[in-house]
């Protein structure tokens, strides 16, 4: 393969970051990473049978060494013009510690990694969460969140108020809070290659793992409420996500960095001011 084709690094191989792909890729190297091979294979089929050029490897975003083989491979194969980080865990998959481990630690890798190659022009944009933004207002102190922004990846898990936490829920609302102020912080040092960085925090997105969660006994009922007295009342789709990265991404977007999008339907403006307000 030409050295100096561009290269666009998809870290999560589901519905969303399909969506994403299809929108951005066009004409780049995809290179698809995903904890489960099968995932990521399933998904380089669907996308090559649409026209994209794409190979696969294994990611797990839990480790640095492993993330940085992937930086390692993405510029073998040419320019890093882009990251969608779309890898992570919910509430319902995982406990509190190892969505820390994923969410919050990981994603502090990917950015730092990645930083570090991303080419002039490039953009990289994170899945954040909604449900980030329902954290209460004195959740974190500003001393507190400039530790979540700011210290290096492998301190922020040994922050004794991190080490303690054991609520799955509030375990990702604080990694998802986390990976939007890094955002900004990272807009920074991106900015000085000539990239940009962004975080879109989606609400209930109709994918696979959403459908679990609006069926589950443990959450189903507070998430069909949720979406039932939004706003919108729907949850999003896919492609909702992926038209509001190609905006990040192309050319009517090179104003946007270091920003967190709220895309949910007006879910969070009913917690505060309409009907799901407690």
């Not at 998802?176 to 940009?196: D, T």
Request: glycine content about 12%; some cysteine; aromatic content about 6%.
């Amino acid at each position: 393969m030409p050295s100096t084709q561009d290269v666009i690094v998809v870290i999560g191989s589901g519905s969303i970051a399909q969506a994403i792909t299809r929108r951005v890729g066009t004409g780049k190297h995809i290179l698809l990473a995903d904890i489960t091979p099968e995932n990521s294979e399933a998904a380089q089929q669907t996308l090559q049978q649409a026209g994209f050029r794409v190979s696969t490897t294994v990611v797990d975003v839990r480790s640095r060494e492993s993330i940085q083989k992937l930086v390692d491979l993405a510029c073998s194969h040419g320019e890093v013009k882009g990251v969608i980080h779309t890898a992570g865990l919910s509430p319902s998959q995982a406990g509190a510690q190892d969505i820390l481990r994923v969410d919050l630690y990981g994603t502090a890798v990917v950015f730092e990694a990645f930083g570090k190659v991303i080419g002039a022009g490039g953009s990289g944009v994170v899945i954040g969460s909604q449900s980030s933004h329902r954290l209460d207002v004195d959740a974190l102190t500003q001393a507190e969140a400039d530790e979540l922004a700011t210290l290096p990846p492998e301190q922020l898990l040994e922050l004794p108020r991190v080490k303690a936490i054991d609520d799955s829920l509030y375990a990702y609302q604080l990694s998802k809070r986390g990976n939007a102020l890094r955002v900004m912080v990272e807009a920074v040092k991106w900015g000085r290659r000539g990239a940009r960085i962004n975080c879109i925090s989606a609400g209930i997105v109709y994918t696979p793992l959403a459908y679990d969660e609006l069926n589950s006994a443990e959450r189903g009922e507070f998430y069909r409420k949720m979406l039932a007295k939004s706003p919108a009342g729907r949850g999003g789709t896919p492609d909702e996500i992926g038209a509001l990265a190609e905006f990040l991404f192309g050319p009517n977007g090179t104003y946007i960095s270091g920003s967190d999008i709220l895309i949910d339907g007006g879910v969070t403006a009913a917690y505060k001011y309409g009907d799901l307000k407690a």
